[in-house]
């Protein structure tokens, strides 16, 4: 079983910055696509970015791209989220997802794809 546990979420004036971390654990060996989701009240769940943790190969909304970076270190099971020049409209909830099933090329946005969640880490950007 694996569990997925969110950091690093807070509140920051619009341009700032943040990182967030999604600490893993129950892994097995084999590869898996683990992505960054947001979402506010109202709205459907949005596929941010996404990485295999074998491959490395990454994925991003047009909305952040060249603003935010998804990395991971497999030596700590941890996932990370880099978010540069932030926007208000990047205020919402942020959830870590992995799945072993996920094709991370084409399904990364899919947010009912994914078996693993995380409980959520908020984001607030201030104008």
């Known amino acids: 079983q694996v569990q997925l546990v969110e950091s690093g979420g807070g509140s920051v004036q619009a341009g700032g910055s943040l990182r967030l971390s999604c600490a893993a654990s129950?892994?097995?060996?084999?590869?898996?696509?683990m992505g960054w989701f947001r979402q506010v009240p109202g709205k459907e769940r949005e596929g941010v970015a996404a990485?295999?943790?074998?491959?490395?190969?990454?994925k991003y909304a047009d909305s952040v791209k060249g603003r935010f970076t998804i990395s991971r270190d497999n030596a700590k099971n941890t996932l990370y989220l880099e978010m540069n020049s932030l926007k208000p409209e990047d205020t919402a909830m942020y959830y870590c997802?992995?799945?072993?099933?996920?094709?991370?090329?084409?399904?990364?946005?899919?947010?009912?794809?994914?078996?693993?969640w995380g409980q959520g880490t908020q984001v607030t950007v201030s104008s």
């Open positions: 990485i295999h943790t074998r491959a490395g190969g990454t």
């Open positions: 997802a992995a799945d072993r099933s996920v094709a991370c090329n084409s399904q990364w946005t899919r947010a009912i794809a994914f078996g693993y």
């Open positions: 129950g892994y097995t060996s084999s590869g898996y696509c």
